[in-house]
């Protein structure tokens, strides 16, 4: 039986208590995770959070969740790491098209920028969409070069 691949989860401060309600998905749906930031730090940075759940994502070629307060710092935190393709979903439709057009691989969430039924929502449609591949994999495979030049 081949290895499941698990999702590395973290957030900062700002993100803690919605990163936590995310977990319950992951949970319900038997989806094995790893929680980089299990314990509530007051005074954190997302950008090392970001860039540690980044470099983690990459090497074990799996996808990731980041949680902070608008989901920007991370989104472009985590961006700054080779082969990241994240994206910030504020709904369904945002997180749905993140990955049929641009095959993200880490999901930002913006806890002060969304409930808690809409993250869970984002985060189970960006978890179940898969990559149309087609003239979007053209794109991608665009953002893919230029990162190797």
Avoid at 28 to 39: A, C, K, R
Avoid at 71 to 92: F, S
Wanted: hydrophobic share 40%; glycine share 6%.
């Amino acid at each position: 039986m081949e290895k499941k691949k698990s999702i590395i989860i973290a957030s900062d401060h700002a993100g803690f208590d919605l990163k936590e309600k995310l977990k319950e998905v992951l949970e319900e749906n038997e989806i094995l995770f790893e929680d980089l930031t299990p314990v509530f730090v007051k005074d954190d940075d997302y950008p090392d959070i970001a860039f540690k759940a980044a470099r983690k994502v990459m090497r074990e070629k799996t996808r990731g969740v980041l949680v902070c307060g608008t989901g920007t710092g991370m989104c472009i935190a985590a961006n700054k790491v080779r082969g990241v393709r994240a994206a910030v979903a504020y709904d369904e439709k945002s997180a749905r098209l993140s990955r049929q057009h641009n095959d993200s691989n880490v999901l930002c969430i913006g806890a002060r920028m969304v409930d808690e039924i809409t993250a869970k929502n984002i985060l189970k449609t960006w978890l179940t969409t898969r990559f149309l591949e087609g003239r979007h994999a053209r794109r991608v495979e665009k953002i893919k070069k230029y990162e190797r030049e």
